[in-house]
C-alpha cells in the first residue's frame, strides 16, 4: 500500500470520528436543553455552576447566563462549609444522592432533592445533576405526620379515659397532648356544672397565675368564655355569667 493511500485512509477516518463525536455532542446538548428536568453542571471543587438548561432558569426564576455565574453555595441556606462538604462526597461518588433547600430568585426556598453524577469534561472532573422540587411532597409528608400524630394523642386520652376514673389523671393527660400537638404554652380546662350552669376550672397547665381558678369572674368583657358559653348543650343553662373554682368537686 502506497503512502499516500495510508494517510488518506487515517485522515478518513479521523473525519468519521469527528462528525460522530459531532452528532454525539448534538445529541447531548438537546437532550440538556430540551429535557423538562431541572438539570446542572457543577463544578464541586468551586461550587461553580458551569452550566444550566432552560428548565433550571425557569425554575430558579432568573436567566441562564446569570445562573451559569452563581455557585451552587449562592441559592442554598445552609453554611457554605456543608453545601462543599457535600459536593466533595457526590465528586468523590460516595454519595448520588441528598436532599436540600434551594432558594429561588424571587427569595422562597423549595425543598429539593438531588441525582448527581461525575463527567469528565475537557479533562474537567465536574458534576452532572437532575433536581427534583419535592416541596410538595414534603409538605404532604409533614401533614400525614401530623395527622398520625394527632391519632396518637386521641388513642392516648381515649386509652386514659378507659383505665381511669380518676379525672385530675385523665384531664392531666389531655392538656399534655394538648400542649405537645398544639403547640399551646398555657392551657386551662372549665367543666359544665350542670347544677349551677357554671363554667368552672378543672385543670391547668403553663400559666403562672392560679387566679382564674380560685377567683369567681364575671362573662362581661372575657371574649373567649363568651364564645364557650355561646355553644348550646343540651340540659345546660348559660343564664349564669360567674365562672368560678369547684371546691365541692360537683359536676
Request: proline share 4%; hydrophobic share 40%.
Amino acid at each position: 500500500m502506497r503512502l499516500g493511500d495510508s494517510i488518506n485512509g487515517m485522515l478518513t477516518a479521523l473525519e468519521g470520528a469527528y462528525v460522530e463525536l459531532q452528532k454525539n455532542e448534538e445529541r447531548y446538548r438537546h437532550m440538556f436543553t430540551k429535557n423538562a428536568a431541572i438539570q446542572l453542571v457543577i463544578d464541586p471543587a468551586l461550587g461553580q455552576i458551569i452550566d444550566a438548561n432552560p428548565a433550571a432558569a425557569a425554575f430558579y426564576g432568573c436567566s441562564l447566563d446569570v445562573l451559569r455565574q452563581m455557585r451552587l453555595t449562592d441559592m442554598s441556606p445552609l453554611p457554605a462549609d456543608d453545601v462543599m462538604l457535600e459536593l466533595a462526597r457526590l465528586a468523590t461518588e460516595k454519595s448520588s444522592y441528598y436532599q436540600t433547600r434551594h432558594r429561588r430568585a424571587a427569595g422562597d426556598t423549595r425543598e429539593v432533592e438531588i441525582y448527581a453524577s461525575p463527567v469528565e469534561i475537557q479533562g474537567r472532573r465536574l458534576l452532572y445533576s437532575i433536581i427534583h422540587d419535592i416541596t410538595d411532597r414534603k409538605q404532604a409528608e409533614s401533614m400525614i405526620q401530623r395527622n398520625v400524630e394527632r391519632l396518637a394523642a386521641l388513642r392516648s386520652i381515649e386509652m386514659a379515659i378507659s383505665a381511669s376514673l380518676d379525672l385530675p389523671v385523665i384531664l392531666s393527660i389531655i392538656l399534655e397532648q394538648i400542649h405537645t400537638h398544639l403547640g399551646l404554652d398555657a392551657a386551662d380546662v372549665l367543666l359544665c356544672n350542670r347544677q349551677t350552669g357554671r363554667l368552672e376550672y378543672a385543670a391547668g397547665q403553663g400559666f403562672q397565675s392560679t387566679i382564674f381558678a380560685s377567683t369567681p369572674r364575671r362573662l362581661e368583657g372575657n371574649t373567649a368564655l363568651r364564645a364557650v358559653l355561646a355553644i348550646r348543650i343540651p340540659g345546660w343553662s348559660t343564664s349564669s355569667t360567674e365562672v368560678t373554682a369547684d371546691p365541692a368537686g360537683t359536676r
